[in-house]
């Protein structure tokens, strides 16, 4: 079965740092353009960034740029999400997916994982 | 405040045809291809019309969609009680490098 899977979500202080990982199998995940997306509770979903297959390029929302980074290990078929200077409304469910066929539409989700920012 | 448009709210009752609308510019919806996903409550999103108008495998073909100009719409006959969910569209935005989303519309079933 194609899956992804989040975690390293939890609890951090503002002006903190936390890194998520994505774990993904049932696919060539070394072919697959990355995302990771955000909601908060109760609220719409918001783009946070993308990586291209190989790692080489990558994109991010301005309310993130210069805080997260995004990686991947196509060794290990893993997707991150380095976060630091974390901020309340940084607080959301994350949720890592699959650019489908490149970058034509998200269509594969991960459950998502929680991240809380909060002294 | 998100970059695209979509009402808050729709609703219909079982058998009937619900419409929701996305306006966005022409930096995103006028120039790229726009996409939809459901999301049940309690669940992450499903990916449900791509490249304006295309249904994944799967998908019922009770959704469809559309795009004109700046501004986009799915469509749901024959509606259903588990079509009750929030519903989402996005594009590429071009000046901004990067996905923007509707807002959100809730689908009732009364």
């Known amino acids: 079965d194609v899956q992804l899977v989040e975690s390293g979500g939890g609890l951090v202080q503002p002006g903190g740092s936390l890194r998520l990982s994505c774990a993904a199998s049932?696919?060539?995940?070394?072919?697959?353009?990355m995302h990771w997306v955000r909601q908060t509770p109760g609220k719409g979903l918001v783009w946070v960034s993308r990586i291209n297959s190989d790692g080489s390029s990558t994109n991010y929302a301005d309310s993130v740029k210069g805080r997260f980074t995004i990686s991947r290990d196509n060794a290990k078929n893993t997707l991150y999400v380095q976060m630091t200077s974390l901020r309340a409304e940084d607080t959301a469910v994350y949720y890592c997916?699959?650019?489908?066929?490149?970058?034509?539409?998200?269509?594969?989700w991960g459950q998502g994982t929680t991240v809380t920012v909060s002294s | 405040q998100s970059v695209l448009t979509q009402p808050p709210s729709a609703s219909g009752t079982p058998g009937q045809r619900v419409t929701i609308s996305c306006s966005g510019s022409s930096s995103n919806i006028g120039s790229n291809y726009v996409y939809w996903y459901q999301q049940l409550p309690g669940t992450a999103p499903k990916l449900l019309i791509y490249m304006n108008n295309q249904r994944p495998s799967g998908v019922p073909d009770r959704f469809s969609g559309s795009k004109s100009g700046t501004s986009a719409s799915l469509a749901i006959s024959g509606l259903r009680s588990e079509d009750e969910a929030h519903y989402y569209c996005t594009s590429w935005d071009d000046s901004l490098s990067g996905w923007v989303f509707g807002g959100g519309t809730k689908v009732t079933v009364l």
């Open positions: 049932g696919f060539t995940f070394s072919n697959s353009w």
């Open positions: 997916a699959r650019g489908r066929f490149g970058d034509y539409g998200m269509d594969v």
